[in-house]
């Protein structure tokens, strides 16, 4: 994290879920990933910009500000196959679990790189300056 900026780049991130019985392995690990991703990007990212009439500013994908490639760390998957009882080939959704955890890991990592505890999301460079000024009587 650039204190100066406020960008966060993650150098790494591990995901480790009970994916019940891995149909197949590589199609798991693809939407842990992805659910990876989105969790990053509504930590750093993502946000709805409205004007006062209520018209939404950002609604193209040429200024709603999602992650790319450039964005993310390399994801490694830890899948833990514990059988799902309730499914009969032992199955269990595998990629909404990943999304929540980004945020409070993120949230967690900008506080001890800084010393500012994030409450809001995005944790864009500007939220993360405006708190790092509050911090330090600046703001």
């Given at each position: ?19 019940g019985q891995a149909g197949h392995p590589s199609y798991v690990e ?39 490639s450039l964005d993310l760390p390399m994801i490694d998957t830890v ?32 506080y001890h790189a800084v010393g500012v505890r994030m409450e809001r ?19």
């Amino acid at each position: 994290m650039d204190p100066e900026t406020g960008k966060v780049q993650i150098r790494r991130y591990t995901v480790v879920e009970d994916v019940g019985q891995a149909g197949h392995p590589s199609y798991v690990e693809g939407q842990m990933q992805g659910g990876t991703v989105q969790g990053i990007g509504w930590a750093l990212n993502e946000e709805y910009f409205f004007d006062k009439s209520g018209t939404m500013l950002n609604s193209s994908f040429l200024d709603y500000r999602m992650p790319t490639s450039l964005d993310l760390p390399m994801i490694d998957t830890v899948l833990v196959e514990v059988p799902f009882p309730g499914h009969p080939f032992g199955l269990r959704g595998v990629g909404e679990v990943s999304i929540v955890p980004p945020m409070a890991a993120i949230a967690n990592a900008v506080y001890h790189a800084v010393g500012v505890r994030m409450e809001r999301l995005p944790m864009s460079p500007g939220a993360i300056r405006e708190e790092l000024a509050r911090k330090n009587g600046d703001g």
